[in-house]
């Protein structure tokens, strides 16, 4: 249970912030002028305020999750504490990571925790890295290997390949990389291992985009979790206005931006009823027409590039392959991947139950409780039908990976999302490391911060999905 302090100074006694009585003592030291190191950002994320998530009317099931999650491993942790404002949807995602992570499976649990670190690091996720360092170490790791990918046996070394593929550019994988994989040999890895060594990537670089996407922080017991951190004039004005950028006449057109996407939705509601007569030619044209349109979708040149921290820089091989846009005018693109000839319904979903008993059925269930999702509400409007506008996130992910459906029109992607959370859902899809707080609060500003942490788990689950689809259809291929 979450409780706040008896003094008002917001501790609480769960996910390892100070009690009241030693929140107490660090303020007479302070007061006698001794400098500590305190929490870099205040509370599970740097872009939502703390009351959002740690609300004194919490819903029971959410309160609930927490108090298992306490029981279990003695903490709740960031993540953790932000998913819980979709606590059907934690349910779900702990029930996948548990079996990942923790029951019976091919691998040994060493490698499935040192398989997470190499999947964060290719986007330079601190936060998962030191996680799973900790974790590897637990459960009898050897300590040698967290020297770097080069101390690690050639048979994990012989993922990496593989997993700077799926992280970055997905489209390229083939059935030879699979085959090199499997070919017989001292390293060589069984379909079964395989299989859940890649639904761990994808995992990991997917839960990746959710620790950017969502300004998550490092936990107080992280290296950097505390640091000392000078005040600055930036740091104090953290008034609503100044964070969410919607006072005075920019809340007025911020108000303006949710009755123009309720009206467009309705619109197109109606004209689904109304207009069945589309050729699939018009449908192929708009889906190629939105993917190259998003090419001109990228983050403005002020974002700062990332230094790779040593404790994730050791992890990584071939730093700079990155995210490509997968149609570049003047270059050969890769064909199209239709949705209609390898889905994860009829296909994918099979394969992985096949191989990996259990699993199918859990990433099933949670790809289906992310997609259904709603609350029938939008900003301040109750009773809405959102089902377009999820459709159109879940499918943009899937568009900017080179995933076309047949029986969708890409015309419904403009009409619903904005320049401006276009940016951001391509910004933490595809390289999650550079997404920022100025694009978060940028987008859809109107709207609450857990409609937002909504936006980021369809991401999260649209992009794994993405990955996995061009994995098994390699798998697939390989076997026939």
Not at 125 to 146: I, M, Q, R, T
Request: aromatic share 10%.
């Amino acid at each position: 249970m979450i409780v706040a302090g008896s003094d008002g100074c917001g501790c609480t006694d769960i996910k390892g912030y100070l009690s009241c009585e030693q929140c107490g003592d660090l303020r007479n030291k302070e007061d006698r002028g001794i400098k500590l190191p305190r929490q870099l950002g205040r509370g599970p994320s740097s872009f939502i305020p703390v009351e959002e998530i740690l609300q004194e009317g919490t819903e029971r099931a959410q309160r609930q999750l927490f108090i298992e999650a306490f029981v279990s491993t003695g903490r709740v942790d960031n993540i953790t504490m932000v998913m819980g404002l979709h606590p059907e949807y934690l349910a779900s995602f702990w029930k996948t990571q548990y079996l990942l992570l923790h029951l019976d499976g091919p691998l040994p649990y060493h490698k499935r925790h040192y398989i997470a670190i190499m999947a964060a690091a290719r986007h330079q996720c601190s936060y998962l890295v030191g996680f799973h360092v900790a974790e590897f170490l637990k459960v009898g790791g050897n300590p040698g290997w967290l020297q770097g990918l080069h101390c690690a046996p050639q048979k994990l070394r012989n993922l990496n390949e593989i997993n700077k593929i799926l992280a970055h550019r997905p489209w390229l994988i083939t059935k030879e990389h699979i085959e090199a994989l499997l070919k017989t040999g001292e390293n060589s890895w069984s379909l079964a291992e395989l299989i859940q060594a890649l639904v761990l990537l994808t995992h990991y670089h997917s839960l990746a985009s959710f620790v950017f996407g969502c300004g998550i922080n490092l936990e107080t017991d992280q290296e950097s979790g505390h640091a000392f951190q000078p005040p600055s004039p930036r740091s104090c004005d953290s008034s609503p206005a100044s964070e969410d950028g919607v006072s005075g006449s920019s809340g007025k057109d911020a108000m303006q931006e949710v009755e123009v996407l309720m009206a467009r939705m309705k619109l197109l509601q109606e004209c689904q009823l109304e207009e069945e007569g589309v050729t699939q030619e018009e449908m192929e044209t708009r889906f190629e027409l939105e993917k190259t349109e998003s090419l001109l979708v990228a983050p403005s040149v002020d974002v700062a590039e990332h230094t790779l921290p040593p404790n994730v820089l050791r992890f990584v091989e071939d730093p700079e392959f990155g995210y490509k846009d997968f149609t570049r005018k003047g270059e050969q693109a890769p064909p199209t991947f239709r949705a209609q000839d390898y889905s994860w319904e009829d296909h994918g979903y099979s394969l992985i139950n096949r191989l990996y008993p259990d699993m199918g059925q859990l990433l099933d269930e949670k790809f289906q409780v992310v997609y259904n999702l709603t609350y029938n509400t939008i900003a301040m409007h109750s009773g809405v039908d959102t089902t377009t506008l999820r459709r159109a996130i879940w499918n943009y992910v899937h568009c900017v990976f080179g995933i076309r459906y047949d029986d969708y029109d890409y015309g419904e992607v403009n009409q619903l999302l904005e320049r401006s959370l276009k940016v951001y859902i391509k910004t933490v899809a595809c390289y999650p490391e550079k997404a920022t707080k100025r694009m978060y609060t940028h987008f859809w500003r109107h709207f609450k911060h857990s409609e937002k942490v909504h936006v980021n788990l369809l991401l999260l689950e649209a992009r794994m999905q993405a990955a996995l689809l061009y994995a098994l259809r390699a798998i697939t291929r390989y076997m026939t």
